[in-house]
């Protein structure tokens, strides 16, 4: 099963507009991690949050993480018809048999020009 | 460039075929992994490799097997081809620097019919 679960699972906003998505997931984690997927493409790591941090900056992208309320949330600054694409949390957790990431299912991001 | 390289980038398979999946990935890390990704949903994890020599199951594991070939190598088998796994397969490895995330192949889109 998915460890995560996303909101909204749809956005479509007009460039210019910032973008808020936002993540819920189940188990204790190390870190949190975003990705893109451009349509047909390969996912692209974004930003990663450690679970001792609550917030977190990369340019126009800003990250934050309740570990009490298991969510995180991705915000996009003045958004471009270029950010249109899915985008999805994931939660690393490290084991005895090596760290794994467990994915949510997606918001799907389109940003009209 | 450097990055994790999968072949083929398409395939059709008749149900009850075979075929194996390739990886390779020249950034020296320690873990790989394989990850299914059905429409509408995130990525499922298969099998990984958290180094050299050892394997793990994932999420979801039945009808699959892998070996680590060497550092570099990982690769995914389908023993008697489903429609079931008719999905797109993901490779990806993680380095052992843990403020970094995971790097993803390009996909390989997979049919069984």
């Known amino acids: 099963s998915q460890q995560g679960e996303e909101d909204p699972q749809a956005l479509s906003i007009q460039e210019g507009e910032n973008a808020t998505m936002n993540c819920s997931y189940k188990t204790s984690i190390n870190n949190l991690q975003w990705y893109r997927q451009n349509s047909g493409r390969g996912l692209v790591h974004l930003i990663l949050i450690r679970s001792n941090e609550r917030e977190k900056h990369s340019g126009r992208l800003r990250v934050t993480l309740d570990t009490s309320k298991k969510s995180s949330s991705l915000l996009i600054t003045a958004s471009r018809a270029a950010d249109t694409a899915s985008y999805f949390c994931a939660t690393e957790s490290w084991e005895t048999s090596g760290s794994r990431l467990t994915f949510g299912e997606g918001t799907q991001l389109t940003v009209n020009p | ?113």
């Open chain 2, 1 to 113: 460039n450097a990055g994790v390289t999968q072949t083929p980038k398409f395939q059709v398979l008749k149900t009850g075929q075979s075929m194996t999946l390739q990886c390779a990935q020249d950034m020296n890390h320690n873990s790989m992994y394989w990850y299914r990704q059905d429409p509408g949903m995130g990525l499922r994890l298969i099998y990984y490799s958290a180094s050299e020599g050892t394997t793990d199951k994932g999420e979801v594991p039945n009808g699959y097997n892998v070996s680590r070939l060497n550092k570099r190598e990982f690769s995914l088998r389908l023993e008697s081809a489903a429609p079931s796994q008719t999905s797109v397969y993901f490779c990806a490895s993680r380095g052992a620097d843990t403020l970094y995330g995971y790097t993803f192949g390009s996909g390989t889109r997979l049919t069984v019919v």
